[in-house]
């Protein structure tokens, strides 16, 4: 089965960091731009970042820009997220996706994975 596998977060304080994982099982990821989305308790899922095929473009929510890095290794069929100075607010399951292109429009991303817990809390 094709499908993402997430890891890396974890329980941390407020201003600390994580570096989330996300890796390619059962396809190659080449040929897809990556998005990492988030979803908190009671809230809808939201893009967070997007990479795209090549690596020379990425983008950011308002909400992590200057915090967050999005990165990928094709070599290792792994993309990550470096997330510093991390907020309460942060809280949230992450999950990783592909699609051609970025786009805002989650129901065009693929091979969803299960997801990594990320609390932010003191």
């Known amino acids: 089965q094709s499908q993402f596998v997430e890891s890396g977060g974890g329980l941390v304080q407020p201003g600390g960091s994580l570096r989330l994982s996300c890796a390619a099982s059962?396809?190659?990821?080449?040929?897809?731009?990556i998005g990492w989305f988030r979803q908190a308790p009671g809230k809808e899922r939201e893009v967070v970042s997007c990479?795209?095929?090549?690596?020379?473009?990425?983008y950011y929510a308002d909400s992590v820009k200057g915090r967050f890095t999005i990165s990928r290794d094709n070599a290792k069929n792994t993309v990550y997220l470096q997330m510093n100075s991390l907020k309460p607010e942060d809280t949230a399951v992450y999950t990783c996706?592909?699609?051609?292109?970025?786009?805002?429009?989650?129901?065009?991303?693929?091979?969803w994975g299960q997801g990594t817990q990320v609390t932010v809390s003191s």
């Open positions: 996706a592909a699609d051609g292109l970025c786009s805002d429009y989650q129901g065009s991303y693929n091979y």
């Open positions: 059962g396809f190659t990821l080449d040929y897809y731009a």
């Open positions: 990479i795209t095929r090549s690596g020379g473009n990425t």
